[in-house]
Structure formats: structure tokens, C-alpha cells
């Protein structure tokens, strides 16, 4: 025997929730657009109303009624990536309460996906774009140009803004963490890079400049791999590059997954780190300092980026609508010392007559 279906309520109304909540259909659409011009014990109620209707606020004919949209959108290059992770969290936080729904994209690291996003975002009539790469294509460039909101660039520098650009430098910040390992006197530095985004990209083009500058560069140090960053791929990298370079004294990996992929790697190798093998990372992810031994890494003020993108964003839309002084911020970096990097002579016995060779036993 079948039981038989409750009848499907009716969905409810912007004007079902302003008579539950004893208030008038325009006190209810200005809790929803603007919640700062409506008292807390209002919006309190207003907000019980919405739950006991189940009511679904209609975007489409809030935007028509207002030309606003309350979106934020947002483009990120990864969604699994930790760095992306605490830059989302930053802007959900800052954005949430002021009554904004951010709208996040994934790129996948593509530049023409990218684009599409920024398409479909556009689309949704957003308050202002926040993106985290500086390197956009042709045609989402001249569409950011002409889109009369805000755009933040994120996470690098560029000499062209399009709008604000909020970074740091990845070519300089490349170079810190090579200049650190050949201070301490290390010789054969190699570097393990995935993906060749824009940062990457510059990272590595800073690991090259200071190689140089030291007359150590060497083809033959460079490992890299199409893929995404991942700590496998840290691994699989490592692997690769000790079968044509096993006097490998340090090596500077341009993520922070790829660098643990590496500790993984030495310690079921057998490689002691730092004694036979210096490691320095990139991002300074939350797994960093509590790593074996704990990764010395190149710190990005990535929640920095994200808090002040949101500020600026908040400003120029509630506030006094000024834009920063500034076009480019700079927000700098530094390195975090810890115990994965040694000088070079700190072990000499360690270093050059190693318990196990650097190749794989088999």
C-alpha cells in the first residue's frame, strides 16, 4: 500500500515573510540588500520569518529592482589547494556580514578557463571580481577593462593593473629562497616546479637570476612537471631528478605539497634533511611547521592579500567609493627559518659520505 504525498506547499513570498514578521515588503527587501540599514532585533526577526517560510530570496528580480546584485565574484586557480583554501575563508569572513555572497570559480590553473569564468561571472552582474592570478588573456582583460566594478588582481605583482592589484613579488621571493641555500654554502641546488602558472612561472624564473648571479646555474638541476602541484608529484620529481643529478646538496621546490612530497621521499629513501639534503618550500602552509623535520619555507601574506581585498572592495562600495592611492600594493614577503635547511658544513661527514647514497636502493 502506497502512502500518499503531502500536498507541495506553495513556495513563499517576500510579502508572506514581511506579514510574518510584522513589517512592510520594503522593510524585508532592505534586511536582505542592505542588512547595516536595519537594526539587529529587526533583522532578528525578519530572519526567523525567512526560516519558518523557507523562504528563497529572488536574485534575479532583487538585481532588476536595485541594479544591485550583492555578488561577489571570485576566481581562484584551485579549489584543493590549502593556499587558495585560507584565501577563500579570509574573504567569506570579511564579505558574509556585510550582507555579500561571494561567488567562487575555479581556473584550474588555465588561463583560458579563466577567462570563461570571468564570463560567466560577469554575467551574474557582481558587485566586483577578485582574482588570484595578474596574467589573464587578451579578451578577459579588455572585458575586466570595461566591466565599471572593481577588479583585484591577487597573489603576484604587474607593472599594468587592470584596476587594483594586490601581490607580492613571485620572482624576488624565488630568488630569496635560492640566495638562503647558497649562503649556506650549497653548490648543486636544484629546483622541483609543477605547473607553470604565472607565479610558478616567476618563481622559477627568480630561482634562475640568482643561480646565475652565483655562476651555478644548470639545466640539469630543473625538474618540473605539467601536472598540478600535489605532494606526489614532490615525490615522483625527486625521483626523476637524482637519476642524473645524485650530488643534489639542496633543493628549493616552488609549493609547499611538492616540498612535503620530498621529506616523504628522503626519509623512505633513507636521506637524512637536512644533513645530506637542504629543502626549502614556498606558501608556508599550515602543515609546514609541523612537518619532519619542519619545512623551511617562503611565507606569503595570502590572508593579508585577502583581508585588504576585501576592505578595499567594501570601501569603494559602501563607503566613500575612493579607490586606493595606490594602484599596485606590494605586500612583501619573508622566509621562515626552520629546520630543513643546514650550512653546508655543518656535517661534512654527513654530506659527503652520506649513510645512503642519494639514488634509490634496490
Given at each position: ?13 517576500l ?5 510574518r ?20 532585533l ?12 523557507s ?31 585560507d584565501?577563500?575563508?579570509?574573504l ?18 588555465s ?10 561571472l ?17 579578451y ?17 605583482l ?54 646565475k ?12 612537471s ?27 621546490c ?9 621529506l ?5 629513501r ?5 644533513d ?28 593579508e592579500m ?12 559602501r ?44
Amino acid at each position: 500500500m502506497h502512502k500518499s504525498r503531502k500536498p507541495r506547499r506553495a513556495r513563499s513570498k517576500l510579502s508572506d515573510v514581511a506579514q510574518r514578521a510584522g513589517v512592510s515588503a520594503v522593510t524585508v527587501s532592505r534586511a536582505l540588500r542592505r542588512p547595516e540599514m536595519v537594526s539587529p532585533l529587526l533583522r532578528e526577526r525578519i530572519e526567523s520569518a525567512i526560516k519558518d517560510l523557507s523562504y528563497i530570496p529572488n536574485r534575479a528580480a532583487s538585481i532588476l529592482a536595485s541594479s544591485r546584485s550583492n555578488v561577489i565574484g571570485v576566481v581562484v586557480s584551485s579549489l584543493t589547494n590549502g593556499v587558495f583554501a585560507d584565501y577563500l575563508r579570509v574573504l567569506h569572513d570579511m564579505f558574509q556580514p556585510a550582507g555579500f555572497q561571494v561567488m567562487v570559480l575555479n581556473s584550474g590553473y588555465s588561463p583560458i578557463e579563466e577567462e570563461k569564468a570571468i564570463v560567466t561571472l560577469l554575467g551574474q552582474h557582481p558587485e566586483a571580481l577578485i582574482l588570484t592570478d595578474v596574467d589573464q588573456t587578451p579578451y578577459a582583460r579588455e572585458l575586466l577593462e570595461h566591466a565599471g566594478i572593481p577588479i583585484i588582481q591577487t597573489m603576484g605583482l604587474t607593472d599594468t593593473p587592470i584596476d587594483i592589484n594586490i601581490g607580492i613579488s613571485q620572482h624576488d621571493a624565488g630568488a630569496l629562497a635560492t640566495r638562503h641555500l647558497i649562503e649556506l654554502g650549497h653548490r648543486r641546488i636544484g629546483i622541483l616546479a609543477a605547473w607553470f602558472d604565472s607565479r610558478t612561472r616567476n618563481r622559477v624564473a627568480g630561482y634562475v637570476d640568482a643561480m646565475k648571479e652565483a655562476g651555478l646555474f644548470s639545466e640539469a638541476l630543473m625538474e618540473w612537471s605539467p601536472l598540478p602541484s600535489t605532494v606526489g608529484q614532490g615525490g615522483e620529481r625527486l625521483a626523476a631528478l637524482l637519476e642524473r643529478c645524485d650530488d643534489l646538496e639542496a633543493l628549493f621546490c616552488t609549493n609547499d605539497d611538492l616540498a612535503l612530497g620530498v621529506l616523504f621521499e628522503c626519509a623512505r629513501r633513507g636521506i637524512d634533511i637536512p644533513d645530506a639534503l637542504s629543502v626549502v618550500g614556498f606558501n608556508d602552509l599550515e602543515f609546514a611547521a609541523s612537518a619532519y623535520p619542519a619545512l623551511t619555507t617562503i611565507a606569503v601574506p595570502r590572508r593579508e592579500m585577502a583581508r585588504m581585498s576585501a576592505e578595499i572592495v567594501l570601501e569603494i562600495i559602501r563607503g566613500s567609493g575612493a579607490r586606493p592611492k595606490t594602484a599596485r600594493i606590494d605586500l612583501g614577503f619573508k622566509l621562515s627559518l626552520r629546520d630543513s635547511t643546514r650550512s653546508s658544513a655543518a656535517e661534512p661527514l654527513a654530506r659527503k659520505r652520506p649513510a645512503r647514497s642519494l639514488k634509490a636502493t634496490h
